[in-house]
């Protein structure tokens, strides 16, 4: 029996989405561009899932840009919003622990003359509101903070921000990654104030090939990928119907996030609870972090040793982030961990269909694991 438990790196494609992916591989193939029936047809499959996809965010349809996934929603948000507004100022807040397609993109715009502000965070992966506060000035013009971390799980009070840089008198915009936190808790970016949301479909239980940017009605973009026009300017390229149509199914059928939240926070609690009797076990997630991600130090056994050894059981779990492997984690070593805890990470990640079987045979492994590798 396997158990799939690395969530957070990709999801297993619901039935839904794959019964729609497969039909518009096979009948509804059509280029959404093309004007005769059968790009008629798939430019309305194309409007089905953007609506999908806006009904979970509660915004308007027309708000809502498809790309090929989270890295380049992110890339056309932060290098589109910055490069169309950097007469306004040359100053971005982030944090030090945003996913690489975020922290990346501010490593290249720092060498482009900007200034990169990068908050710190706490043991916890949280940030200080007072630091954004004092870091906010004339100059910003964008604050880019995730909302879920993708390694430990901490939240961020993204609704905050906004009231923060209005505090300041700031008109700088507001981008959220919130790619581990689309269909996992609820989310409002109208409400929030946010300008621009990225989501990811292979996080979902979509299939990979599909991203998504919310664009606030107003927010102007220079488009980063250029070409034949598609999705308004903001992403050119032909539209990746089968991926597109499966991710917005996938949002269609997404269960009611807080029923879900208790009931992932109650199978995590469990396994917390029968983990930490092993010896030499700490949890590196905040208790009230997100309760999908679990990072957990097993000390003695190192990450890639557990990963291993729990793959030939039919287990699997990751080391960290799958989008930086063969590094030592920068998230884990901001927020102050001991190397040896570092070293010794892994990274196990729910979804809907984990269940508490599969948690108490994940345990038992653990535990015969560490027992063995620290003879």
Do not use: W
Not at 347 to 367: F, G, K, M, P, Q
């Amino acid at each position: 029996m396997e158990i799939y438990l690395d969530n957070s790196a990709t999801t297993m494609v619901c039935r839904e989405a794959a019964n729609t992916v497969t039909s518009m591989l096979t009948e509804n193939y059509g280029n959404p561009s093309s004007l005769h029936r059968k790009g008629t047809e798939a430019a309305r499959a194309l409007e089905k899932a953007r609506q999908n996809i806006a009904d979970v965010l509660s915004c308007g349809r027309d708000e809502i840009f498809f790309t090929n996934s989270g890295t380049t929603a992110n890339n056309t948000a932060l290098f589109g919003t910055v490069m169309l507004g950097k007469h306004k100022g040359g100053r971005i807040i982030t944090t030090s622990l945003e996913h690489p397609s975020v922290h990346e993109c501010m490593k290249r715009l720092e060498t482009q003359g900007f200034e990169v502000v990068y908050l710190k965070s706490n043991s916890k992966g949280e940030f200080s509101m007072q630091e954004l506060m004092d870091a906010v000035n004339s100059n910003t013009v964008l604050v880019s903070i995730m909302a879920v971390n993708n390694e430990i799980g901490t939240v961020n009070p993204i609704s905050g921000i906004k009231s923060c840089l209005n505090r300041k008198g700031s008109n700088a915009l507001i981008h959220v990654d919130a790619v581990q936190a689309f269909g996992k808790i609820r989310l409002n970016p109208k409400k929030d104030g946010i300008d621009l949301m990225t989501l990811s479909s292979h996080k979902i239980h979509g299939p990979k090939g599909a991203g998504a940017l919310y664009v606030r009605k107003g927010v102007r973009l220079s488009p980063y990928i250029v070409g034949g026009g598609q999705e308004k300017g903001i992403y050119s390229g032909t539209e990746a119907m089968p991926a597109i149509a499966g991710f917005g199914e996938a949002a269609r059928v997404l269960p009611e996030p807080e029923r879900e939240l208790t009931q992932i926070r109650s199978l995590r609690n469990s396994f917390v609870n029968r983990i930490t009797q092993i010896g030499g076990v700490f949890i590196n997630s905040p208790a009230d972090g997100l309760p999908y991600i679990i990072n957990l130090s097993v000390l003695g056994v190192p990450s890639q040793t557990m990963v291993n050894a729990l793959s030939q059981e039919g287990i699997y779990v990751s080391a960290g982030s799958a989008c930086k492997k063969g590094h030592r984690s920068e998230v884990l070593t901001a927020i102050g961990l001991d190397p040896k805890r570092i070293d010794s990470a892994v990274r196990i990640s729910l979804s809907r269909y984990t269940t508490e079987n599969d948690l108490e045979r994940v345990a038992e492994c653990i535990n015969k694991i560490a027992m063995r590798v620290r003879r």
